[in-house]
């Protein structure tokens, strides 16, 4: 079991900065977990936004936040961190991590994950 917890998500303005953050406990080997950033506004459904790989290196991002968010990880820490710039009111969701025992692949769908925080809100006002 691995539980992942959240944190850093709050009200800003348009065009601001947050970063958030997700720390990984319970399984020793969590640091080979891919992980990921997902977000789900009102009425819409989970959506990705970035996939960790425990292959150091491998990034992938959506591309409504490409070039605007930046993942990282911090393996000594066992967290998963999510900068994110230039935020428009688009971004207003709830924030979650997720993460998926080890693999190859990239995930992008909320199916693949095995485990999951309670989320974060992130509210950009306009």
């Known amino acids: 079991q691995v539980q992942l917890v959240e944190s850093g998500g709050g009200l800003v303005q348009a065009g601001g900065s947050l970063r958030l953050s997700c720390a990984a406990s319970?399984?020793?080997?969590?640091?080979?977990?891919?992980m990921g950033w997902f977000r789900q506004a009102p009425g819409k459904e989970r959506e990705f936004v970035a996939i960790?790989?425990?292959?150091?290196?491998?990034?992938i991002y959506a591309d409504s936040v490409k070039g605007r968010f930046t993942a990282s990880r911090d393996t000594a820490k066992n967290t998963v961190y999510l900068q994110m710039n230039k935020l428009n009111a688009e971004d207003t969701a709830v924030y979650y991590c997720?993460?998926?025992?080890?693999?190859?692949?990239?995930?992008?769908?909320?199916?693949?994950?095995?485990?999951w925080g309670q989320g974060t809100q992130v509210t950009v006002s306009t």
């Open positions: 997720g993460a998926k025992r080890p693999t190859l692949l990239l995930p992008t769908t909320t199916a693949e994950y095995d485990f």
């Open positions: 319970g399984d020793t080997g969590s640091s080979t977990y891919t």
């Open positions: 960790i790989s425990w292959i150091e290196g491998t990034i």
